[in-house]
C-alpha cells in the first residue's frame, strides 16, 4: 500500500498567506473561472455544437464532472496546505511531477493568454473610432497582427501589441507582490462586480437591436439530434474543464490559502454555479448580436461565418460594431469585459507558478512575483508579441488544452484513486469543513466515471495530432510550438523534483492537521 505522506512543518502552517475572508475566496475562485472562455469560447462551442442541444449535456458535464473535480482540487489544496507540487508530494513523494506539470501548464497557458488580454485592452481604444475600418478581418491579421505566414519564426516585435503586453504583465506582476489578501483578493473584489456591471449592461443593449430574437432562438432551440453525437458530450466536458480552471492547479492553489474553519462544498457550487451563469449570460449576449449581424445580412444564424474564438471577439464583433447604434460604446463595453475578465484569471494562473516556487524555494511573494514574472514577461513578449505571434498562439493553446490539461486532471484521478487510495480521507475533509456533504457517489466518479471520460478525450486527439499535426501548420512548426512545448513540459516535470524542498515545507511520513496550529494563523 503506498504511503500518504506530509506533516507540515510549523513554520510553514504558521507564516503561510492567507484569505482575508471566506468571501474573498469565493470572489478570487469565481474571478478565475470567468475568463476569456466565458465569453468567446463558450457561445461559440454552443454554436457549433446544437444551439440550445449542448446546454443539456454542459449542465450534466457541469453536475457529474465539473463540480467534483473542483471538489477535489479543493479537498487537496485545503487538507496538504500546498500549492500542487508541494501538496501532491506531501500525498506521496512519487507523485510530486505532476504537481510541477500542473504550474508547467500554467505557465504556458498565461504567457499566451496575456496577449489576448493585450489585444483587447488595445481594442477597448479601438472601439471609439473603429480603427478597423470597414475590413476588420484585414485590419486585424494585416495592420494590427502583421501576421505572417508559418514559413519562418519571427522575432520581429509588434510594438501595438508588445507594449501593453508589457504593461498587462507589469500590472500582474505588482498584484501577485502584494499578496493573496491585498492583491489577488483585492483585484477580484474590483474586478468582478465591474466585470458584471458592464457585460449586463452590453447584454441589455444587445437584446434591444433587430433580429436579437433570431439569434436567442438558435441559443435556446435545441437540436435534439445532436444528442446522439460523442463529440457533442465531449465538447461539453472539454467546456467545462477550461471554464471551471479545474484540474490543473488553480483551485488546489487556492485553497491551499484557505483558514480551517472554511465551507469548502457550499463555496465551490457558489463557484461553479456562477461561473455557468456568467456563461449563459455571455451565451444570451453573443447570440442576440448574432441575430442582430444575420439580420443586416439577410440570412439565418446558422450560415454565419467567424463564429468561434479569436475571430468571433475580433472580426464578427467589429463588423457589428460598425453597423450598429451606439457601436463604439458597445465595442467598448464587449472589449473591457474580456480585460476584466481576462485579468482575473491570468493572475490565478501566475499565482500557481510562483505559489509552487514559494513553496519549493522558499521565495517569499515580492520576490517570487518579480522573478517569475520577469521570465513569464520575456517569453510571453519574444513569442507572441511578434508577427508569428498568432500562429505560435494557435498552435500552443491546442496542443496545451487537448493534452497538457486533460492529461492533468487524468492523472489527478488515477493518483487519488491508485497510486495513493485516498477518495475516502478527502471526502471526510470536504464533509467535516463543508455545509453540503459529499456522498458515496462523488469517490464513484473521481475514481471511475470521470478517469474513462477523460481518456476518451485524450487518446483520440492524441492520436489525430500524432498523424495529422495540427491544422494547416507544417509539421516542423507544430513540433517546435507543439510538441516542443509539451517535451519542455515533460522535462521540466521530471528534473524539479530532484531539487531539495526548503524548510518550511518539510514533508515528513505522516499528515495530522489537527496539530497545526491554525488559531495562531487565523487571528
Request: glycine residues 10%; proline residues 4%.
Amino acid at each position: 500500500m503506498s504511503e500518504m505522506v506530509s506533516k507540515p512543518a510549523a513554520s510553514d502552517q504558521t507564516s503561510r498567506q492567507s484569505w482575508g475572508t471566506q468571501y474573498g475566496f469565493l470572489i478570487a475562485a469565481i474571478g478565475s473561472a470567468i475568463g476569456l472562455g466565458n465569453i468567446w469560447r463558450f457561445p461559440g462551442v454552443a454554436y457549433q455544437n446544437g444551439g440550445g442541444a449542448f446546454i443539456v449535456p454542459y449542465l450534466i458535464a457541469l453536475l457529474a464532472i465539473g463540480l467534483p473535480m473542483l471538489m477535489l482540487d479543493y479537498a487537496i489544496g485545503h487538507k496538504f496546505r500546498g500549492s500542487p507540487p508541494l501538496a501532491l508530494a506531501r500525498v506521496n513523494r512519487r507523485t510530486e511531477a505532476v504537481g510541477w506539470w500542473q504550474v508547467g501548464v500554467c505557465f504556458f497557458i498565461v504567457v499566451y493568454y496575456a496577449a489576448i488580454i493585450a489585444w483587447a485592452l488595445r481594442y477597448t481604444v479601438f472601439s471609439f473610432t473603429r480603427a478597423w475600418g470597414n475590413d476588420p478581418a484585414g485590419f486585424f491579421s494585416d495592420k494590427f497582427l502583421q501576421a505572417q505566414d508559418t514559413t519562418s519564426i519571427s522575432i520581429t516585435p509588434v510594438w501595438g501589441i508588445a507594449l501593453p503586453l508589457i504593461l498587462v504583465w507589469v500590472v500582474t506582476i505588482i498584484l501577485i507582490a502584494l499578496g493573496i489578501s491585498r492583491g489577488i483578493e483585492w483585484i477580484t473584489k474590483i474586478c468582478i462586480p465591474l466585470l458584471v456591471v458592464l457585460f449586463i449592461a452590453m447584454v441589455i443593449k444587445a437584446l434591444t437591436l433587430p433580429g436579437a430574437t433570431d439569434g436567442l432562438n438558435k441559443f435556446f432551440t435545441p437540436d435534439w439530434s445532436a444528442l446522439w453525437n460523442g463529440k457533442v458530450w465531449i465538447a461539453a466536458v472539454a467546456q467545462i474543464f477550461y471554464s471551471l480552471s479545474v484540474g490543473f492547479g488553480i483551485m488546489m492553489t487556492y485553497a491551499s490559502y484557505l483558514k480551517k474553519r472554511s465551507n469548502l462544498t457550499g463555496t465551490g457550487l457558489v463557484a461553479g454555479f456562477a461561473n455557468s451563469s456568467f456563461e449563459i449570460l455571455a451565451g444570451i449576449g453573443v447570440f442576440a448580436t448574432l441575430g442582430y449581424m444575420a439580420h443586416l445580412q439577410g440570412t439565418s444564424v446558422d450560415k454565419l461565418e467567424n463564429i468561434s474564438g479569436v475571430s468571433l471577439s475580433f472580426i464578427t464583433f467589429p463588423q457589428i460594431i460598425n453597423e450598429m447604434p451606439g457601436g463604439a460604446i458597445f465595442g467598448a463595453l464587449f472589449f473591457a469585459s474580456l480585460v476584466l475578465a481576462g485579468i482575473t484569471s491570468m493572475v490565478s494562473l501566475v499565482q500557481v507558478v510562483a505559489g509552487a516556487f514559494q513553496d519549493k524555494i522558499g521565495w517569499t511573494s515580492k520576490r517570487a512575483s518579480l522573478i517569475l514574472g520577469i521570465v513569464l514577461a520575456v517569453v510571453s513578449v519574444f513569442f507572441f508579441g511578434t508577427t508569428t505571434g498568432l500562429a505560435a498562439l494557435d498552435t500552443v493553446d491546442n496542443y496545451i488544452n487537448t493534452i497538457g490539461v486533460v492529461g492533468a486532471a487524468l492523472s489527478l484521478c488515477v493518483i487519488v484513486t491508485v497510486i495513493t487510495p485516498s477518495l475516502r480521507t478527502l471526502r471526510i475533509h470536504l464533509n467535516v469543513t463543508s455545509a453540503v456533504k459529499a456522498g458515496k457517489w462523488w469517490e464513484g466518479l473521481i475514481g471511475f466515471v470521470i478517469p474513462v471520460l477523460l481518456v476518451f478525450m485524450l487518446v483520440p486527439n492524441l492520436v489525430d495530432l500524432i498523424s495529422h499535426g495540427y491544422g494547416d501548420y507544417p509539421r516542423w512548426w507544430t513540433n517546435t510550438f507543439g510538441w516542443g512545448m509539451l517535451a519542455i513540459l515533460l522535462v521540466f516535470s521530471a528534473v524539479m523534483p530532484r531539487l531539495k524542498w526548503h524548510k518550511s515545507a518539510e514533508i515528513s511520513p505522516s499528515f495530522d492537521l489537527e496539530n497545526v496550529d491554525w488559531n495562531k494563523e487565523e487571528d
